[in-house]
Antibody, heavy 127, light 114 residues
Framework: EEQLVESGGGLVQPGGSLRLSCSASGFTFSSSAVHWVRQAPGKGLKYVSAINNNGVNTHYAESVKGRFTISRDNSKNTVWLQMSSLRDEDTAMYYC????????????????????WGRGTPVTVSS | QSVLTQPPSVSGAPGQRVTISCTGSSSNIGAGYHVHWYQQVPGAPPKLLIYGNTNRPSGVPDRFSGSKSGTSASLAITGLQAEDEAEYYCQSYDNSLSGSPNWVFGGGTKLTVL
């Protein structure tokens, strides 16, 4: 069974740091890009960061650029999200998500969707 | 506010048909990027419901269908059931930020089964 399991969330003071982990199983991890998506309490889903299958390419939402770092180790089937300079507005449930990338019928346009979600790990930034 | 716009809520009686709209712009849905839909029941993570505008993953009932036209997309649910009560999100890709990939979601629509 394909599975993603997040860990590492918790309560941290503003300005503090936290490292989230995402452990994968049941699929060929080294073939898949992975994203972090967060959901603030009572709010919608927001893309946070992404890393391609071999870890060479990383991307960040503008709101976390310069503060968060995504990385992976395919030998451990694990992705991490290092979060620093945390702010109140970073409070959210953080989901690890597996990406599916494909081309549309024209063969010219890449498309992305998320076919597997972890259960999430909660992060609370508060003094 | 979200890049993709959804109605905050919709409702319907059991057995009825409801639709949820997702409105974007020329930098996302209108640029040819596909729309995907997720269902989230309270206390659980989102689950893929529709991918590539119209396709259902294995296990998703054919009561759920998706469509896309121009800068908008829609999710239709027929034969509404109590278990369909959930939050629904659309998702696409937006190319308006130069050099920065940007995966975008709608703000979510709460479906209430009356």
């Amino acid at each position: 069974e394909e599975q993603l399991v997040e860990s590492g969330g918790g309560l941290v003071q503003p300005g503090g740091s936290l490292r989230l982990s995402c452990s994968a199983s049941g699929f060929t991890f080294s073939s898949s890009a992975v994203h972090w998506v967060r959901q603030a309490p009572g709010k919608g889903l927001k893309y946070v960061s992404a890393i391609n299958n071999n870890g060479v390419n990383t991307h960040y939402a503008e709101s976390v650029k310069g503060r968060f770092t995504i990385s992976r180790d395919n030998s451990k089937n694990t992705v991490w999200l290092q979060m620093s300079s945390l702010r109140d507005e970073d409070t959210a449930m953080y989901y690890c998500v597996k990406e599916v990338y494909y081309y549309d019928n024209s063969g010219l346009s890449g498309q992305w969707y998320f076919d597997l979600w972890g259960r999430g790990t909660p992060v609370t930034v508060s003094s | 506010q979200s890049v993709l716009t959804q109605p905050p809520s919709v409702s319907g009686a059991p057995g009825q048909r409801v639709t949820i709209s997702c409105t974007g712009s020329s930098s996302n849905i209108g640029a040819g990027y596909h729309v995907h839909w997720y269902q989230q029941v309270p206390g659980a993570p989102p689950k893929l419901l529709i991918y590539g505008n119209t396709n259902r993953p294995s296990g998703v009932p054919d009561r759920f269908s998706g469509s896309k036209s121009g800068t908008s997309a829609s999710l239709a649910i027929t034969g509404l059931q109590a278990e369909d009560e959930a939050e629904y999100y659309c998702q696409s890709y937006d190319n308006s930020l130069s050099g920065s990939p940007n995966w975008v979601f709608g703000g979510g629509t709460k479906l209430t089964v009356l």
